[in-house]
C-alpha cells in the first residue's frame, strides 16, 4: 500500500474531498497548503494577514512561506502523507523534492483529478468560500494553466502520474483511487 501521496488538479477538482476521504480510511496525515493557510488567516496571525489579500485575489502565496508550513507537517509525520494543493509550481516541485530526500520519505505516486473548466467552475460558485467568486476563479483557472499543469508532464517524466476521471460521483473517484493506492 502506498504511503507517500499526492493530488494534483485544477481548483475545485476535488483535491481536498478526496484527500481528506481518504486520510479518514488509512489515518495518513492530510496536508492541505490552502487549509493550513486559511487557518492563520482565520486566527490573525502574521502570516495570515500577509497571506490574505493574495488569497482572496486568487494568487499564489510565495514559494517560502509554503515551503516552510510544509516542512513543519511532513516533520512529524508517521503513518503516511497525503499532498493536496502543493506543490503549485516547477519551484515548490524542486523544494518539495529536496525535502523528501532529506527526511527520506519519497513520494510514491501522484494522482492527478483531470476536470472540464466548465464543472470546476460551477462547482466552486456552488460552494461559495470567500475566494469562489466569479472573477476570484477565473484569476485561479488561469495561475493553474500557467503555473501548475506543467506539473503534470513533470510527474508523468518520474513515472509517478495516475490519471483520474474527477468528473464523476465521490465514491466512484475514491473507490478508483483506492484500487490505484494497492
Ligand atoms: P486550495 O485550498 O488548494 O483549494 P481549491 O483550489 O479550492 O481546490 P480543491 O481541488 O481542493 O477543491 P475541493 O475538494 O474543495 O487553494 C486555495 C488558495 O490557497 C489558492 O488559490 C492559493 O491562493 C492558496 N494556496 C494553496 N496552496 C498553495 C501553494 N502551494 N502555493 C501558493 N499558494 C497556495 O472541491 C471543490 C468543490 O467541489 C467542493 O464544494 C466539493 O464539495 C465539490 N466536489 C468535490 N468533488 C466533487 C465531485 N466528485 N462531484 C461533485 N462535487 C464535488
Given at each position: ?5 499526492l493530488?494534483l488538479g ?10 481528506e ?13 490552502g ?5 492563520e488567516?482565520e486566527?490573525n496571525?502574521?502570516?495570515g ?35 493536496d ?17 532529506e527526511?527520506?520519505q ?5 494522482f492527478?483529478l483531470?476536470?472540464?473548466e466548465?464543472v470546476?467552475?460551477?462547482r466552486?460558485?456552488?460552494r461559495?468560500?470567500k ?6 476563479i ?11 499543469e506543467?506539473?503534470?508532464q ?7 502520474l495516475?490519471?483520474?476521471d474527477?468528473?464523476r ?7 478508483d ?6
Amino acid at each position: 500500500m502506498k504511503k507517500h501521496l499526492l493530488f494534483l488538479g485544477a481548483p475545485g477538482a476535488g483535491k481536498g474531498t478526496q484527500a481528506e476521504l481518504l486520510s479518514q480510511t488509512y489515518s495518513y496525515l492530510h496536508l492541505s497548503t490552502g487549509e493550513l493557510l486559511r487557518k492563520e488567516i482565520e486566527m490573525n496571525t502574521i502570516l495570515g494577514m500577509q497571506v490574505k489579500d493574495i488569497m482572496n485575489k486568487g494568487e499564489l502565496v510565495s514559494d517560502e512561506l509554503v515551503l516552510k508550513i510544509v516542512k513543519q507537517n511532513l516533520d512529524n509525520n508517521k503513518k503516511g502523507w497525503i499532498l493536496d494543493g502543493y506543490p503549485r509550481n516547477l519551484s515548490q516541485a524542486n523544494s518539495l523534492n529536496k525535502v523528501l530526500t532529506e527526511i527520506n520519505q519519497p513520494l510514491e505516486v501522484v494522482f492527478y483529478l483531470d476536470i472540464p473548466e466548465e464543472v470546476l467552475i460551477k462547482r466552486l460558485l456552488l460552494r461559495g468560500r470567500k475566494d469562489d467568486t466569479e472573477e476570484t476563479i477565473r484569476t485561479r483557472v488561469d495561475i493553474y494553466k500557467k503555473t501548475t499543469e506543467p506539473l503534470i508532464q513533470y510527474f508523468k517524466d518520474l513515472s509517478l502520474l495516475e490519471y483520474i476521471d474527477a468528473d464523476r460521483d465521490l465514491k466512484t473517484i475514491s473507490s478508483d483511487i483506492e484500487l490505484k493506492m494497492a
